[in-house]
């Protein structure tokens, strides 16, 4: 089975008693966007909590929410139970925040059969599916092994580079206020601003009450920003919010899609790269 990057709660409703389906729990403890979950400390029935915060992420990098080494990401996947030929559903509290960054990790990491769940854990409340209160993980054994697929990912180097090539076309996922610098940025010690040559494309922009827009929408926001089939590289505060817009992005467009997963808490860092207002 291939699965769509985006499915619903009926379709994973329906789909609960298959043997490869593995449903992961992305919910954040906290958010700089300062979102508030409507269901706290319940679960979708069965699901498997992937902690991105204290596990998932690079530990020996200054950089908050970089990619774990394979091996790392390998060994936490078979504790979770993840298989080779595991179904992956991911969702969060929030609708869709945190639950994009867990799809592009594993196509990443070489897992393609992924998705995320729209509307979150809210939509599948809502529809009186089944949930559970939050426990601690079981020990599961998977067989999953990484394949890295480098081609995902750029660089600050790449991309200081690309200000004069225009090989790619920088699209930032933060919000305008701080896109243009007329606002502080969350963390300390950071310019404001944006990469010179990017634009700007707020996650919100792409969202609807926690769900992806339609596809019909998401045209249209794309062609408003004149996009065309340039190959595209994502970024926002500490790529977490660019896998928003870059999953929006696969479900209209066969564009080349790349994450900067340093995102600008990277290139924010003073006078360390150039800086627009």
Avoid at 231 to 244: H, K, N, R, V, Y
Wanted: net charge negative; glycine share 6%.
């Amino acid at each position: 089975m291939n699965l769509k990057p985006i499915i619903s709660a009926k379709w994973l409703f329906e789909n609960l008693q298959n043997p490869n389906l593995v449903i992961l729990d992305a919910s954040p403890r906290e958010n700089k966007s300062n979102l508030i979950p409507e269901f706290m400390n319940i679960k979708i029935e069965g699901a498997r909590y992937f902690d991105m915060e204290r596990v998932f992420f690079d530990k020996e990098n200054v950089l908050p929410n970089m990619i774990p080494n394979e091996r790392v990401f390998e060994e936490e996947c078979l504790k979770l139970g993840v298989n080779n030929d595991s179904l992956i559903v991911v969702y969060d509290n929030l609708g869709i925040y945190t639950s994009p960054r867990v799809w592009w990790l594993f196509k990443v990491m070489g897992h393609a059969d992924i998705a995320v769940l729209d509307g979150g854990l809210s939509a599948w409340k809502k529809e009186h599916y089944p949930t559970e209160s939050i426990a601690k993980n079981k020990t599961f054994s998977g067989n999953f092994t990484t394949k890295y697929h480098a081609d995902l990912v750029v660089d600050a180097n790449t991309l200081l580079k690309n200000i004069d090539a225009k090989n790619l076309l920088v699209v930032d996922a933060r919000s305008q206020e701080r896109f243009n610098g007329l606002v502080p940025e969350p963390r300390e010690n950071m310019s404001s601003g944006h990469i010179p040559n990017s634009i700007n494309l707020p996650f919100e922009k792409v969202l609807n009450q926690g769900k992806m827009k339609p596809e019909n929408e998401l045209k249209k926001i794309f062609k408003n920003l004149n996009i065309e089939n340039q190959p595209l590289a994502f970024t926002c505060g500490s790529g977490i919010t660019a896998c928003i817009i870059l999953l929006a992005s696969e479900l209209i467009f066969e564009n080349k899609n790349v994450l900067y997963d340093g995102s600008w808490s990277e290139w924010g860092q003073m006078g360390k790269f150039p800086v627009e207002k």
